[in-house]
């Protein structure tokens, strides 16, 4: 089963194009620029809760210009 998490990212203004290109580059993601409390939502799809983890410490926080992240991992299931 993948992991998945909508990940809400808080960008310095300056760079936001910048950030949302390199973004956009991270395999398995959807990128969204957005108005609200946060600049960018990102969609992530990795193989586990660890790969997702490891996208986020080495591909996504070391951007310059992100000054802040939230994940919210979610889960599909049969019920």
């Known amino acids: ?12 203004p300056a760079k936001t194009r910048e950030v949302i290109d390199r973004l956009n580059t991270v395999s398995g993601a959807a990128v969204r620029e957005v ?3 946060y600049d960018v939502v990102m969609e992530l799809e990795a ?3 660890e790969d997702l983890t490891a996208i986020l410490r080495h591909e996504i926080r070391p951007i310059n210009g992100v000054t802040n992240t939230v994940t919210c991992l979610w889960f599909t299931t049969n019920i």
Do not use: D, F, R, W
């Open 1 to 12: 089963m993948a992991a998945n998490a909508y990940i809400l990212i808080n960008v310095e």
């Open 35 to 37: 108005l609200g409390p």
């Open 47 to 49: 193989g586990t809760p």
